[in-house]
Structures are given as C-alpha cells and as structure tokens.
C-alpha cells in the first residue's frame, strides 16, 4: 500500500535534532518544513495560510524550548488553526506536562528521545484524524447550504 506523504512543520530549538528528522523524514516520502521556537511556527502557519506553503496536515512540536514554550505554542495554534494536528515531543519526567498539553488539545505526544518508528505510526494517525475532522466540516457546511437554498441545488 502506497503510504500518501504528510506535510509535516517540525519545531524544536535543538538544531541539530530538526535538521536529523528532518532529513529522515523527507526521506521517507513527507515534505517537512522546520521551525526553531514557538513564534516562528506560527508565523509558518501563517505563511501556508497566505498559499506560500503546502498547508501543514501535523506539526510535531517540542513542550521545552525558550521563550514561547510547547504548551502556549500548542494553545495558539489550535485557536487558530483548530483541525491541525499536534504531536508533542517532551523530555523523560515531563509526563504532567504532556497531560497538560493533551488536555489543551494535542492528539498525542512521545518521549524524546523519539522512536522514528513509533513518530511516523503517529504522524500518520494524526493526518486520518485531521482529515476525518476536515470531511466531517465540508459535510456540515453541505448541509448548512442546503438548509439555506431550502433543499433545493439547481444546475445550469
């Protein structure tokens, strides 16, 4: 079965860790577009909102880094950006704060270091998850515009 790519945005302050899966992840088929703090993956997501950028399916995002951390990064990002979803990388004895960030509405987490393995098994739960979350909207938004044309779909 031919495994569809995900487009991935990877953010972590670890340079060297990004560039690694990065590069490990292209390799396996996704397209993956990297951020080194919180406010420049927002401002990524931004820019795919503007069609600069394919449109990001999951972001895999780090709970430890400076200035903005994971948790206010993730609050943001999911009241922007509500059907996008978050894996959340947290360090060993971090495990309070990966509850907290499931509660705030992260679809999963791993601990770093991070199984490539169990990552991809979880990236791609997460793009069937968006993408359940996407048809079930487009199937809402179906239904409100035949409420609002009375049932009725004309053709020309």
Excluded: C
């Amino acid at each position: 079965m031919t495994q569809l790519p995900i487009n991935i945005l990877l953010v972590d302050d670890e340079r060297d860790f990004v560039e690694v899966l990065s590069l490990r992840l292209v390799d396996a088929g996704h397209w993956v577009k990297t951020a080194f703090s919180g406010q420049e993956a927002l401002s990524v997501l931004a820019d795919t909102k503007g069609d600069q950028l394919p449109e990001i399916d999951v972001i895999v995002l780090d709970i430890k880094m400076p200035g903005m951390d994971g948790i206010e990064t993730l609050k943001q990002i999911k009241a922007k950006y509500p059907v996008i979803e978050v894996i959340l990388l947290t360090g060993h004895g971090a495990a309070d704060t990966a509850i907290k960030g499931l509660k705030s509405g992260a679809f999963d987490y791993l601990l770093k270091p991070a199984d490539f393995d169990e990552l991809t098994t979880k990236l791609e739960a997460a793009r069937k998850q968006r993408d359940a979350q996407e048809a079930r909207i487009r199937q809402a938004e179906a239904h409100a515009l035949m409420r609002r044309s009375g049932g009725m779909l004309t053709h020309d």
